[in-house]
């Protein structure tokens, strides 16, 4: 069942955006096409997500998963433990690739500026590294 409510969500959720995007800028055909572009952007973002984490992500992460076991460990997945990792590595990973539109709009707002990420960009390196070597 949560297969089919997440598979709708996803389905529906362009038009779903495009209904708030209409509602929440009931001015003129500038502001429409505006509101177009960005629905588009966002989606696209997020299938790219979708479709690198179910065609590349995926298949990786489960041959290391079925190579994970040692002798005498055998590797019993049910259905529904499978479908929750998959859904959620899916929709993890769609959101992740919604980062792009996210910045873009911080940046519109004025919260995000060039000069704020150039002063904080050795700090991020930092704390990436950081991060991956704790991993």
């Known amino acids: 069942?949560?297969?089919?409510i997440v598979a709708g969500l996803v389905a529906s959720s362009p038009w779903i955006l495009y209904s708030c995007g209409c509602l929440?800028?009931?001015?003129s055909s500038k502001?429409?096409?505006y509101i177009s572009g960005m629905v588009t952007y966002t989606t696209l973002c997020f299938?790219?997500?979708?479709?690198?984490?179910?065609?590349?992500m995926l298949p990786y992460m489960l041959?290391?998963?079925?190579?994970?076991?040692?002798?005498?460990?055998?590797?019993?997945i049910s259905v529904s433990e499978y479908m929750s990792f998959v859904l959620q590595l899916v929709l993890l990973s769609g959101l992740i690739f919604e980062l792009p539109m996210v910045s873009y709009f911080l940046a519109r707002f004025g919260i995000l500026t060039p000069a704020f990420m150039r002063h904080y960009r050795r700090h991020a390196i930092v704390v990436i590294l950081i991060h991956c070597c704790l991993w």
């Open 63 to 76: 041959q290391f998963f079925a190579t994970f076991g040692t002798s005498g460990i055998v590797n019993m």
């Open 47 to 56: 299938l790219l997500g979708v479709a690198f984490a179910y065609f590349i």
């Open 31 to 33: 502001e429409r096409n």
């Open 24 to 27: 929440c800028s009931r001015g």
């Open 1 to 4: 069942m949560m297969v089919v």
